[in-house]
């Protein structure tokens, strides 16, 4: 810094901005040619809060389109083309709902119910959705949620979930979404009544009822239980859209035992049905299934959009380990580009990670798990291999399957030219 563009400690010091001296504000912040002070810092925080609360302000010419919407999900997420068609579809209306009861129509929320096992990208497509809308997103499990007055967790704690996400603005939490997560988990352990209640099963379903469809819940801010003297932050939830997951493990019997009632004489329609995939026997679900299954019909009733994910074979492996834009092979390679050294898998060691993954029946979720046991190993000698001038590294399908060590390579020398 030259001396010219120091302040002057001689002259009197006063904010650049609104001309107080530093004798009447609480804090003056020098800078290169000037000084603020601790009002004009809270005006200006103030003002930039404002505008990142507009940018919240969805109109019917700024939302993205159906179209858009399974695009941007495209980037991120490898087939499900169904299920990003009516995700697109259900967000969108969503939005356009909460648009439209501003100028005083009033339209009943479609929530939405992801069914498919685990691994094929169910929280992905939630996440990715919400990302792109700029909306506050938080991922909670059913499975801790009990009746209030008993052991566990209240289901307000979802909501404080999403509060927090939202930074404690509860505007921008009314607009938020909130995906639950094995929701099938809470299915009735039987069709007939128990004498003992069902807590952490059909009670917090009954729970869960008037903060699905719409109400004002008063969510402790610091989570736990309610008490009479704590404070409350009220949150009104007719705008938070919530998704649901799970993977209804014994729910493909059901369908099949109900499209077997329905098929008509023992004709051909009836071997068709024992020929159907799990994958095909899912896309058939309809509400009646789910209340079979433990869902109390009046919490079917407030989850309109159901869709059910295909499982990921291997070609779809193989394509999530280098597609996305966040794909499992990218991070690694960024990682190797940092040491200066080029990672390459061959043909046949996508292969062999994806047929690990597909035996281990973990979907997505594998692959990961995989390439972490593979690189342990290799990322723990990489710097020295680049002190050593080591530039390339090509795994095979040896080092995949059997964990033979990778090639490495140096760079050829150049021949001098006679």
């Given at each position: 810094?030259?001396?010219?563009?120091?302040?002057?400690?001689?002259?009197?010091?006063?904010?650049?901005?609104?001309?107080?001296?530093?004798?009447?504000v609480?804090?003056?912040?020098?800078?290169?040619?000037?000084?603020?002070?601790d009002?004009?810092v809270?005006?200006?925080?103030?003002?930039?809060?404002?505008?990142e609360?507009?940018?919240?302000?969805?109109?019917?010419?700024?939302l993205?389109?159906?179209?858009?919407?399974?695009?941007?999900?495209?980037?991120?997420?490898?087939?499900?083309?169904?299920?990003k068609?009516?995700?697109?579809?259900?967000?969108?209306?969503?939005?356009?709902?909460?648009?439209?009861?501003?100028?005083?129509?009033e339209?009943?929320?479609?929530?939405?119910?992801?069914?498919?096992?685990?691994?094929v990208?169910?929280?992905?497509l939630?996440?990715?959705?919400?990302?792109?809308?700029?909306?506050?997103?938080s991922?909670?499990d059913?499975?801790?949620?009990?009746?209030?007055?008993?052991?566990?967790?209240?289901?307000?704690?979802?909501?404080l979930?999403l509060?927090?996400?939202?930074?404690y603005?509860?505007?921008?939490?009314?607009?938020?979404?909130?995906?639950?997560?094995?929701?099938?988990?809470?299915?009735?352990?039987?069709?007939?009544?128990?004498?003992?209640?069902?807590?952490?099963?059909?009670?917090?379903?009954?729970?869960?009822?008037?903060?699905?469809?719409?109400t004002?819940a008063?969510?402790?801010?610091?989570?736990?239980?309610?008490?009479?003297?704590q404070?409350?932050?009220?949150?009104?939830?007719?705008?938070?859209?919530?998704?649901?997951?799970?993977?209804f493990?014994?729910?493909?019997?059901?369908?099949?035992?109900?499209?077997?009632?329905?098929?008509?004489?023992?004709?051909?329609?009836?071997?068709r049905?024992?020929?159907?995939?799990?994958?095909?026997?899912?896309?058939?679900?309809?509400?009646?299934?789910?209340?079979?299954?433990?869902?109390?019909?009046?919490?079917?009733?407030?989850?309109?959009?159901?869709?059910?994910?295909?499982?990921?074979?291997e070609?779809?492996?193989?394509?999530?380990?280098?597609?996305?834009?966040?794909?499992?092979?990218?991070?690694?390679?960024?990682?190797f580009?940092?040491?200066?050294?080029?990672?390459?898998?061959?043909?046949?060691?996508?292969?062999?990670?994806?047929?690990?993954?597909?035996?281990?029946?973990?979907?997505?979720?594998?692959?990961?798990?995989?390439?972490?046991?593979?690189?342990?190993?290799?990322?723990?000698?990489?710097?020295?291999?680049k002190?050593?001038?080591?530039?390339?590294?090509?795994?095979?399908?040896?080092?995949?399957?059997?964990?033979?060590?990778?090639?490495?390579?140096?760079?050829?020398?150049?021949?001098?030219?006679?």
């Open positions: 810094m030259s001396q010219k563009d120091k302040p002057n400690p001689d002259t009197e010091v006063q904010c650049s901005f609104c001309g107080r001296p530093k004798q009447i609480k804090r003056m912040i020098s800078g290169r040619q000037g000084y603020i002070c009002s004009c809270k005006l200006f925080a103030g003002i930039v809060d404002n505008e609360r507009a940018e919240l302000t969805f109109s019917l010419s700024s993205p389109t159906p179209a858009e919407f399974s695009a941007n999900l495209d980037s991120y997420v490898i087939g499900q083309k169904r299920p068609k009516v995700l697109s579809v259900a967000v969108y209306n969503h939005y356009k709902r909460l648009i439209t009861r501003r100028k005083g129509m339209i009943e929320k479609s929530n939405i119910l992801l069914i498919g096992p685990t691994g990208g169910k929280t992905l939630a996440q990715t959705m919400a990302r792109y809308l700029n909306v506050p997103f991922i909670s059913a499975t801790p949620l009990t009746e209030a007055g008993y052991v566990g967790e209240d289901v307000e704690n979802i909501l979930r509060i927090q996400a939202a930074n603005d509860v505007e921008r939490t009314q607009q938020g979404i909130i995906y639950l997560d094995e929701i099938d988990k809470l299915g009735r352990r039987a069709d007939s009544p128990s004498i003992t209640r069902d807590v952490s099963g059909e009670g917090v379903q009954q729970a869960l009822l008037k903060i699905v469809e719409g004002v008063n969510v402790p801010p610091k989570g736990g239980r309610k008490h009479p003297d404070q409350y932050v009220p949150v009104d939830t007719r705008g938070i859209l919530f998704i649901f997951g799970g993977m493990d014994g729910l493909v019997p059901i369908i099949r035992y109900r499209l077997r009632k329905t098929a008509i004489g023992f004709g051909a329609k009836r071997n049905i024992e020929d159907l995939t799990d994958d095909e026997i899912l896309a058939r679900v309809e509400p009646d299934d789910l209340i079979h299954y433990g869902l109390i019909p009046e919490l079917v009733g407030r989850i309109p959009v159901v869709v059910s994910l295909t499982s990921l074979d070609k779809a492996l193989i394509r999530i380990l280098t597609e996305p834009r966040n794909a499992v092979l990218n991070q690694y390679q960024h990682y580009d940092m040491e200066g050294i080029k990672l390459r898998l061959t043909d046949a060691a996508l292969k062999a990670v994806a047929h690990k993954a597909t035996e281990r029946g973990s979907g997505a979720r594998g692959l990961r798990s995989i390439m972490e046991q593979t690189m342990l190993d290799i990322m723990f000698d990489l710097p020295d291999r002190k050593q001038g080591y530039t390339e590294c090509t795994i095979g399908a040896e080092t995949i399957t059997s964990g033979k060590p990778p090639k490495f390579k140096k760079p050829t020398a150049k021949r001098n030219a006679r």
